[in-house]
């Protein structure tokens, strides 16, 4: 059974910074894409930031400069360093890991992300 757990949310003031970690547990291929989602509330949940195995990254486009996604493969471990937080920001975070070719796909529980003004 793969389990995702994610830490590190919490309540922070507009401009400050938090890192979430996502922890992996259990079988998975050794070639996996990670990534942050995020869900506000009445909006759909959208991609943040992704990662490849090897490292290659993406983001959304409101994101970039202000957040870093990076995994460690020996720990099973995906992290978002999120700075210069805005109110919009706000959101329950999720981390998921993928392989699409062999129809791998896993959630985390999600962690509460509040930045106010």
């Known amino acids: 059974q793969v389990q995702l757990v994610e830490s590190g949310g919490g309540l922070v003031q507009a401009g400050g910074s938090l890192r979430l970690s996502c922890v992996v547990s259990?079988?998975?291929?050794?070639?996996?894409?990670m990534g942050w989602y995020r869900q506000a509330p009445g909006k759909q949940r959208e991609l943040v930031a992704a990662?490849?195995?090897?490292?290659?990254?993406n983001y959304a486009d409101s994101v970039k400069g202000r957040f870093t996604i990076s995994r460690d493969n020996a720990k099973n471990a995906v992290y978002l360093q999120m700075n210069s937080l805005k109110p919009e920001d706000t959101a329950v975070y999720y981390c998921?890991?993928?392989?699409?070719?062999?129809?791998?796909?896993?959630w985390g529980q999600g962690t509460q992300v509040t930045v106010s003004s």
């Open positions: 259990g079988s998975f291929p050794s070639i996996t894409t």
């Open positions: 998921r890991m993928t392989r699409t070719l062999v129809g791998f796909d896993y």
């Open positions: 990662i490849s195995s090897v490292g290659s990254t």
